[in-house]
Nanobody, 117 residues
Framework: LKLVESGGDSVQAGGSLRLSCAAS????????MGWFRQAPGKERVGVAI???????SYADSVKGRFTISRDNAKNTLYLQLNSLKPEDSAMYYC????????????WGQGTQVTVSS
């Protein structure tokens, strides 16, 4: 599955962004999808996961501010980022995991989010 992110930008604290991830190359609805982020000098961490079926999950640091969604008809994953904080600044990656496989082995190239105070 090929993944291409877009929507990253530089915003002021308190602002909003909407990230998108376009998928192609396989049956999108067979994949759990997730957003991860990596800040300079830090490990990549999960932000939000939306499985093919089941419960959406969020990192505690973004609960109530970020919303993940998917449109299986458009093969697209979204992440709505509200009330952004400087600590949300990072490279955001879209990832896919086939529902029969436990590994996140499909990754996009990333889109940069920078939040200034």
């Amino acid at each position: 599955l090929k993944l291409v992110e877009s929507g990253g930008d530089s915003v002021q604290a308190g602002g909003s962004l909407r990230l998108s991830c376009a998928a192609s190359g396989d049956t999108y609805s067979n994949y759990d999808m997730g957003w991860f982020r990596q800040a300079p000098g830090k490990e990549r961490v999960g932000v939000a996961i939306i499985p093919t079926g089941g419960i959406i999950s969020y990192a505690d640091s973004v609960k109530g501010r970020f919303t993940i969604s998917r449109d299986n008809a458009k093969n697209t994953l979204y992440l709505q980022l509200n009330s952004l904080k400087p600590e949300d600044s990072a490279m955001y990656y879209c990832a896919a995991r086939h529902f029969l496989i436990a590994t996140w082995d499909n990754w996009g190239q990333g889109t940069q989010v920078t939040v200034s105070s």
